[in-house]
Nanobody, 122 residues
Framework: QVQLVESGGGSVQAGGSLRLSCAAF????????MGWFRQAPGKEREGVAH???????TYADSVKGRFTISQDNAKNTLYLQMNSLKPEDTAMYYC????????????????WGQGTQVTVSS
């Protein structure tokens, strides 16, 4: 059974940093494409960053230059390093997985974690 477990969220002041982690269980991690998504109260869920099974990355314009997605295949873990955080980055952050990068980019990957809250104060 596929499980994704996020951690690393918390409260930080604007300009600060956080690193989110997503531990994956129950499948061959290296064969899947992964993504980070976020949803703020009253807003639609949006894609933040994606990474192909071969390591290629894409980012939302709003986080380019500030966030970095990476993964450690040996640890079956996905990361999101978030620097220069802004109050508008406040949201629940979710990791997700699918064999298809297209479905990840479309926001409809098969597997989702439960989310970790990130709150950025001004």
């Amino acid at each position: 059974q596929v499980q994704l477990v996020e951690s690393g969220g918390g409260s930080v002041q604007a300009g600060g940093s956080l690193r989110l982690s997503c531990a994956a269980f129950g499948y061959t991690y290296s064969t899947y494409c992964m993504g980070w998504f976020r949803q703020a109260p009253g807003k639609e869920r949006e894609g933040v960053a994606h990474i192909n099974s071969d390591g290629r990355t894409t980012y939302a314009d709003s986080v380019k230059g500030r966030f970095t997605i990476s993964q450690d295949n040996a640890k079956n873990t996905l990361y999101l390093q978030m620097n220069s955080l802004k109050p508008e980055d406040t949201a629940m952050y979710y990791c997700a997985a699918d064999v298809s990068i297209s479905r990840v980019r479309a926001g409809s990957p098969l597997y989702w974690g439960q989310g970790t809250q990130v709150t950025v104060s001004s």
